[in-house]
């Protein structure tokens, strides 16, 4: 078969496939269902804003949770639902984008800013949103450490005016990059947004399913919920990319679907890694010994390679709590002669990882 064979067969495949979704938009991870899945850590996060619009005097959070777990999600359906029906304002920043307070300021006042000073942006911030705020600052832990101190985290907690500052992030150790000034200030009240369980992944995919097909199989809908909660972690990502793949791939079985979803996933997640935590995967898929020590001078050897500078040991193993936090490693303590010692596991495929590595350095 030639090529122009080829694309006419698959052309007309694929439109026969199509014809199975009412909807494609419910695959897309930025989809806001009408009904979430209720929590009870969403419970505790509405209570607060209400009190908060009652007394003008905030509670701040730092909500922790996996990749997947449906923390930005919430916070976007929240924002819908709380300005509608309060006199609360609800605004959204991802700091993977605006990674500075200065940026982030300037994102939310939408302004001309060249040539403004931090000071002034918060000044002009001040005069716009003088209302009761609610300030979502998702993926915090990525703010540049160009902005190591997180200044707007301290001006906002500090600010006469009413904010409620509400920080999201997939890592555990968030509030420790925090400095003593701006923690003391902040005194964020920590919410674990614990993974989804099974039944809640399968409520999640019926509620697409009821949007984005003309039909569907609870049987499917049930394995792909088990599958996704015993081997990733209960991310919905995979989950919902699993459905896709089952509706519009014909003749794949339902672990061949799952399998390119988490795969997919993976390569998304490493993508996204900065340098410094995709050199210590890489030393991690690459290293003959799994023990933490022998993994962090291979690291300190991909980073002098790099002309970088290494992480400290302590610096290294928080940002390997960062790495387990997003599912692509596990530590394990174990006995090692008359000693206790860490080895760190990679949950993903060594050969993704280092592929991706060689093709970010090698380019650089």
């Known amino acids: 078969m030639d090529i122009a064979a080829y694309l006419r067969q698959q052309k007309e495949h694929l439109g026969e496939e199509s014809q199975k979704v009412k909807d494609f938009s419910v695959f897309d991870f930025n989809h806001i269902p009408d009904q979430p899945v209720m929590r009870e850590e969403c419970k505790e996060l509405v209570d607060e804003m209400l009190r908060f619009e009652i007394s003008g005097i905030p509670n701040h959070h730092a909500i922790v949770g996996s990749r997947g777990s449906g923390k930005t999600l919430m916070m976007k359906f929240l924002q819908r639902v709380v300005e509608a029906q309060t006199s609360l304002d609800m605004l959204y920043v991802n700091c993977r984008h605006q990674n500075t307070s200065f940026r982030i300021f300037s994102h939310l006042l939408g302004d001309k800013t060249a040539g403004a000073s931090l000071t002034e942006l918060y000044e002009r911030f001040l005069a716009r949103y003088r209302k009761k705020t609610v300030v979502v600052l998702d993926e915090v ?164 390679d790099q002309r970088e500078k290494p992480f400290s040991y302590v610096y290294f193993y928080s940002n390997l709590s960062y790495l387990q936090s997003v599912g692509l490693v596990g530590l394990v303590s174990t006995k090692v002669d008359r000693t206790y010692t860490n080895r760190v596991l990679l949950t993903c495929e060594a050969s993704v990882v280092a592929s991706l590595a060689k093709l970010r350095f090698e380019q650089n």
Not at 203 to 221: F, K, M, Q, S, Y
């Open 141 to 304: 832990d990525l703010m540049s450490s160009k902005d190591k101190r997180r200044d707007i985290l301290y001006m906002l907690s500090r600010s006469e005016q009413p904010y409620m500052i509400v920080m999201l992030s997939n890592s555990p150790h968030v509030l420790k990059q925090l400095d003593a000034a701006t923690r003391s200030s902040l005194q964020p009240v920590p919410l674990h947004f614990k993974n989804y369980d099974a039944e809640q992944i399968h409520a999640i995919l019926r509620d697409r399913a009821l949007r984005g097909l003309h039909a569907w199989d609870e049987g499917t809908l049930a394995q792909i919920a088990a599958l996704t909660t015993r081997m990733t972690n209960a991310d919905a990502r995979v989950a919902i990319k699993t459905l896709k793949y089952s509706v519009t791939m014909s003749g794949g079985d339902l672990m061949r679907c799952f399998e390119r979803a988490r795969r997919d996933i993976v390569v998304d997640m490493v993508n996204d890694l900065s340098d410094a935590n995709l050199m210590i995967l890489w030393a991690i898929a690459t290293s003959p010994s799994d023990l933490v020590k022998e993994i962090y001078k291979r690291y300190c050897r991909f980073s002098q």
